[in-house]
């Protein structure tokens, strides 16, 4: 004998079931199923950043976290590399214009990340921080809607750039499952749909792959792929085999300064020695430091 059916269970059973059937009704027996238009996640988006002596200190006296004189990104994906405290996730911050620096300027397109329109320009970044912190409680869905509210997207459009951006890195099955219930993978891709949400020119992602299995890393190395030549992308890692993979431009940061900006191919090739490889390649460029 079956058991009870659940009020809401029987509702969303009611609204598969019977809607494409009152609608068949409605068009007539002759008409033809129409096909689904799938929304490309994210459009094609130029962009130039221009970072211009830009100094980002801690403590007063301290020793610049970051310390750029002139750096133009234009063509990505771009990877950001350096070791422990080099000052990538600082640069990034800086980037997402969460931390103005204490000197220089950063614009998006010749617009001021930190000038009057901030909030305008700021909504051209998508960034995905290093520590992810989500409420436990809420699920997939209610993150990404209250992550549309507070970038104050219209409610329309909301509701559809949350279906693509669930989609967009798979988590189509876990929509309605709680935080807390995700593994690390599936956390970083959930930080990942909010990154996306609002379609940026410029995506930022502080090392979108670490602490991840082979399976996931691949996943996410995937799903950033994909999107990745439709905008910006600035990923920050310490996997020098993603970077390899995934980028075509590498930045090493040294101390807070840029010691090597070029095409990942030629780094790879010119630094890489007789195993061409991408580790070599960002140790011999630190060891001349
Ligand atoms: N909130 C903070 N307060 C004080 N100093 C900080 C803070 N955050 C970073 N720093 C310092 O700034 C420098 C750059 O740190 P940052 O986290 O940007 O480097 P990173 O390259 O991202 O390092 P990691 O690879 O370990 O994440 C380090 O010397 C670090 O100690």
């Not at 940061?253 to 960002?282: I, Y």
Request: charged fraction near 20%.
């Amino acid at each position: 004998m079956e058991g009870p059916v659940r009020p809401r269970l029987l509702r969303r059973q009611v609204q598969r079931r019977a809607w494409p059937r009152l609608l068949q009704g409605l068009r007539g027996p002759t008409a033809q199923p129409r096909p689904v238009q799938r929304q490309p996640v994210h459009h094609v988006h130029a962009v130039t950043v221009l970072i211009s002596g830009v100094r980002c200190t801690y403590h007063r006296d301290a020793i610049p976290a970051v310390s750029i004189d002139q750096l133009e990104l234009t063509a990505g994906p771009v990877g950001l590399v350096g070791v422990n405290g080099a000052g990538k996730s600082t640069l990034l911050r800086t980037l997402a214009g969460c931390r103005q620096p204490q000197e220089g300027s950063v614009s998006i397109d010749g617009a001021s990340l930190y000038g009057r329109r901030r909030r305008v320009v700021a909504q051209r970044v998508g960034y995905m921080p290093q520590e992810i912190q989500f409420p436990g409680e809420l699920s997939v869905t209610q993150v990404v809607d209250y992550a549309a509210w507070l970038r104050a997207l219209k409610p329309r459009h909301a509701a559809q750039r949350r279906a693509d951006v669930i989609v967009a890195v798979g988590l189509e099955d876990r929509a309605d499952q709680r935080v807390r219930a995700l593994s690390g993978g599936m956390r970083r891709r959930l930080a990942l749909a909010v990154a996306l949400l609002s379609e940026p020119a410029v995506l930022l992602l502080d090392e979108p792959t670490t602490g991840l299995d082979p399976e996931q890393r691949a996943g996410v190395r995937a799903i950033i792929g994909e999107i990745a030549g439709r905008c910006l992308t600035i990923m920050s890692s310490h996997v020098m085999e993603d970077v390899a993979s995934i980028t075509s431009n590498v930045i090493v940061l040294h101390g807070g300064r840029v010691l090597h900006q070029g095409e990942t191919d030629a780094f790879v090739r010119e630094r890489g020695g007789p195993t061409q490889s991408a580790e070599v390649a960002f140790l011999t460029t630190i060891a001349g430091a």
